[in-house]
């Protein structure tokens, strides 16, 4: 089967790209996950629309990526969150989240599905997670989860 990918797969593509995969992969995960749409001329033009959407918000090459991550080491990020008197979080935090408090934490604009948390994070305090910039380029940032009052 041919498709045409809308997000990053792991091990597959960016998006973009026409790739061809099993018929049971693509139509019981790729399509239902809205992670790729089928291929056909009329939709070879959507590719277009995609790949510039990309290079907009993508990470120009290894030096880019590290000067953005020694701008996110930089940066003191604090997250403020629901939790109980114990410091226990109602919840957990998300990469979502993360992506939040970086931009408001004067940081640049980073997708949050290459933010790499780990384990999740449930506990008031200090953590570090990882936002994998480039391939071989990844910032360690320290976020401060404090309760929100």
Not at 128 to 138: A, D, I, R, S, W
């Amino acid at each position: 089967m041919k498709l045409i990918l809308t997000t990053e797969v792991s091990n597959l593509g960016i998006p973009g790209d026409v790739v061809e995969v099993r018929d049971g992969y693509g139509r019981n995960f790729l399509l239902p996950q809205g992670q790729a749409i089928r291929w056909t001329r009329g939709a070879e033009k959507q590719i277009d629309g995609i790949k510039r959407a990309r290079d907009a918000r993508e990470i120009r090459g290894i030096e880019h990526a590290q000067e953005v991550r020694d701008q996110l080491e930089g940066l003191t990020v604090s997250l403020p969150v629901n939790a109980g008197d114990s410091g226990r979080l109602f919840g957990a935090v998300t990469a979502a989240d993360l992506a939040g408090a970086i931009k408001r934490a004067g940081g640049p604009s980073v997708d949050k599905r290459t933010i790499e948390v780990g384990k999740p994070i449930k506990q008031v305090g200090r953590h570090t997670v990882g936002v994998k910039l480039h391939e071989g380029v990844t910032a360690h940032l320290p976020v401060e989860v404090v309760p929100a009052s």
